[in-house]
């Protein structure tokens, strides 16, 4: 009665376990309008972000040099930080790092025309706010935090009108307080430079009194939204802490990263489906359970890889995957062989599925924790597509440590209780004792004869 018992929950276990994946399966590959919404779901595999190599878009690379600041290293950092929030607002799959000591590089997927990144941005040139013509810069466009259209009443409060919000950082206040403050007092005029002083006409800004707050309204006489929105662009343009020149301008097409990634995913089916073959021509069984394991483990970094905002899925990342489901398998293929082991000593199936996993252990988990170190130290200190690999193999890993140490030790405990004698349906070796009692047998025949 009690092992009908074990039998039946672990029956209900299965079935369990293959209605989720089942419904992780349709979740990851099957698109579909939601029923009473105007939404419609996508899919796992749909959602993952993909990078500049597989989806195609823009890449931009510029080269900085000094503006005004003494310390060129800190500009860049500054003007990577400022540029991330400028693109990255408008196009959330947009990467911008460093590349070596003076580059900026920016990679914007899904973007067939650069002139739209530059309009965004502006012509990156420096920002100057000063007391008079050709005066010392009293606030630059490092002190400015966010540049805005607005459309507010009017200084007279008749009518609204189209103007420009700044926002300034703790120290930009100061500096815009006391700038404004000696104008209202001496009744001067507050010159704007947007690229370097002496090489351009300054904009030119009256004020009344001083003006105190982290955010300011400069009004124009702007006659339209995209008025003002152009000398928002302008004023964008000078926030960026270094001086910009373009060096590299190049729109990768769309049609070479969805080539690699169709025979990529063939070439993932063919080689899976040979994985599952060899797991059952060499465990039997057992290597249904590695496969039923291995599918889940898809399924799960699928929705990972679409879950986790740091991903964007590259070719580097992609051989991450691989090398990550690699390791799964050998790491499966560590535990069963352990298994054999165990069992080829003379132990029952029961206790050489549990000597196995225990021998096994420590194996895996060392090797997969240096294999997380190693990524971890790539995605810090490696360029974008180092840190694609980076990130979808540390998934992969963890993923594979789960799927080996817990899946695929459930799947085998309820597997028992229906065969746990067999030996022949496990494709498991002859025991050593059996072995030897046919040859001392064999022996005492011929001896006889």
């Not at 309008?33 to 419609?40: E, H, M, W």
């Not at 706010?129 to 009017?154: C, F, H, N, P």
């Not at 898809?298 to 580097?316: K, W």
Request: proline share 3%; aromatic share 10%; hydrophobic share 45%.
């Amino acid at each position: 009665m009690a092992r009908s018992k074990v039998k039946r929950n672990s029956v209900l276990n299965f079935v369990a376990v293959t209605i989720l994946t089942i419904i992780g399966i349709v979740l990851s590959v099957c698109s579909f309008d939601i029923p009473y919404t105007p939404y419609t779901y996508n899919g796992f595999a749909n959602s993952i972000s993909l990078g500049l190599d597989l989806a195609g878009g823009v890449s931009i690379v510029y080269e900085c040099s000094e503006s005004g600041q003494q310390d060129l290293d800190k500009a860049i950092e500054a003007t990577v930080t400022r540029l991330t929030d400028v693109i990255a607002g408008e196009y959330n799959e947009a990467t911008i790092t460093r590349q070596g000591s003076t580059k900026i590089r920016i990679e914007v997927p899904s973007v067939s025309d650069s002139e739209e990144i530059f309009n965004l941005i502006g012509e990156p040139t420096p920002l100057y706010m000063t007391l008079r013509e050709g005066g010392d810069a009293l606030l630059t466009g490092e002190d400015i935090e966010d540049v805005e259209v607005a459309y507010q009443k009017s200084s007279e409060g008749s009518s609204y009108e189209y103007g420009v919000n700044l926002k300034f950082n703790s120290e930009g206040s100061k500096k815009f307080a006391d700038i404004t403050g000696q104008a209202a007092d001496g009744d001067q005029k507050i010159y704007v430079y947007i690229g370097e002083i002496g090489e351009v006409d300054p904009l030119t800004l009256t004020c009344e009194e001083k003006i105190v707050g982290d955010s300011t309204f400069i009004s124009g006489n702007f006659e339209s939204y995209e008025d003002a929105e152009a000398y928002a662009l302008k004023l964008m343009s000078g926030t960026f802490s270094c001086k910009l020149t373009l060096l590299e301008n190049t729109v990768i097409s769309a049609t070479l990263g969805a080539d690699a990634l169709k025979y990529c995913l063939i070439g993932g089916f063919v080689g899976l489906f040979l994985i599952f073959v060899l797991m059952w021509w060499r465990y039997g069984d057992f290597g249904h359970l590695v496969s039923f394991s291995l599918i889940i483990y898809i399924v799960l970094m699928l929705f990972f890889l679409q879950a986790i905002p740091a991903v964007q899925l590259t070719l580097p990342g992609l051989a991450g995957i691989v090398l990550s489901i690699g390791m799964a398998i050998d790491g499966a293929i560590i535990i069963l062989e352990k298994v054999r082991e165990e069992y080829r000593s003379g132990k029952k199936i029961p206790m050489s599925v549990k000597a196995g996993f225990k021998s096994a252990f420590w194996p895996i988990f060392d090797s997969n924790i240096t294999t997380i170190i190693t990524a971890i130290v790539l995605y810090i200190l490696g360029t974008a597509s180092i840190q694609g690999f980076a990130i979808t193999l540390l998934i992969g890993i963890l993923l594979s440590m789960f799927m080996n140490l817990v899946i695929l030790r459930f799947f085998m405990k309820w597997y028992l209780p229906f065969n746990s004698v067999k030996a022949k349906k496990l494709h498991l070796p002859k025991q050593e004792r059996l072995v030897k009692e046919t040859e001392v047998a064999t022996e005492g025949g011929q001896a006889n004869d």
